[in-house]
């Protein structure tokens, strides 16, 4: 089965990417995350990334990085919870019409190895972006390899992020 897998960035790439290939997936990355404030913060984990992907030989889509969807997309929620999930439904949404677009037969997103993330909401939201959109969502529960993940990345000398990504997570004891 084809999968578009949907990266938030090479360390959290890891555990799924080996689990998705032991279970027989045929894996496309798909990094896009317009929510990563500052741009210098993106290219730091784009190129995490590339690293990563070059080591598992795995194909990644990377469209123009353009923080202005974001922004768009959580205006009025900048301080409310419902933030993240805005931010979620914009990056899964986004993969689910890539996907669907170039024929893959399903999505999924790095962000489920996440202990930080509220991941029943992100199941629920995958399951319903994905029969809007005509994709199956799979769904996997990553977190087990989540230390896992972090360690091998350690190993690899790749960069790892000290916050989710948009300047609404920045706390003063990790800006950039």
Known sequence: MNILLHICCGPCLI???????????????FYYN?????AEEYLS??????????????????P???????????CGCEKEPGRC?????????TTAREAKNKGFDAFSTTLLVSPYQNHLRLKQLGHQIGR?????FIYQDFRPGFRDGQAEARRMGIYQQKYCGCKHSIRPKNII
């Open 132 to 136: 809007e959109a005509g994709v199956d």
């Open 15 to 29: 555990h799924p990417f080996k689990v998705l290939k032991d279970l027989d997936f045929n894996i496309t990355g």
């Open 45 to 62: 984990r784009l190129n995490a990334l590339r690293t990563v992907s070059r080591e598992f030989g795995l194909p990644v889509a990377i």
């Open 34 to 38: 317009p929510n990563i404030h500052p």
């Open 64 to 74: 123009e990085y353009d923080e202005t969807e974001y922004l768009r997309e959580i």
């Open 85 to 93: 999930e805005l931010c979620w439904s914009l990056r899964l949404f």
